[in-house]
């Protein structure tokens, strides 16, 4: 079982930045491949950001490619998200997700965190 808290959402202007964490329960951490994702309203949830239980691959969606930055730290039990160059349509809850290496679910999802960005 893994429990995910993410923080770090807030408001900001366009243009400007905001670094996500996840922090996760259990001690296999490193044995998940943690994923962001978000939903804006009216909108379904999308993939933005995945990293691999050893941190070596990331994949991003093409909407953030070049902004967002996914990392881990395994002996925090922690994942981040770097967003820089933040845009109006980057507004969602940003959720936290993990996922077993060999699984191709994810089964665990974090409660969410709300980003705003302000034109």
């Known amino acids: 079982q893994v429990q995910l808290v993410e923080s770090g959402g807030g408001l900001v202007q366009a243009g400007g930045s905001l670094r996500l964490s996840c922090a996760a329960s259990g001690r296999t951490f490193s044995t998940y491949v943690m994923g962001w994702f978000r939903q804006a309203p009216g909108k379904e949830r999308e993939f933005v950001a995945h990293?691999?239980?050893?941190?070596?691959?990331?994949y991003y969606a093409d909407s953030v490619k070049g902004r967002f930055t996914i990392s881990r730290d395994n002996a925090k039990n922690t994942v981040y998200l770097q967003m820089n160059g933040l845009k109006p349509e980057d507004t969602a809850v940003y959720y936290c997700a993990a996922r077993y290496f060999t699984s191709p679910k994810y089964s665990y999802w974090g409660q969410g965190t709300q980003v705003t960005i302000s034109s």
């Open positions: 990293i691999a239980w050893s941190g070596s691959t990331t």
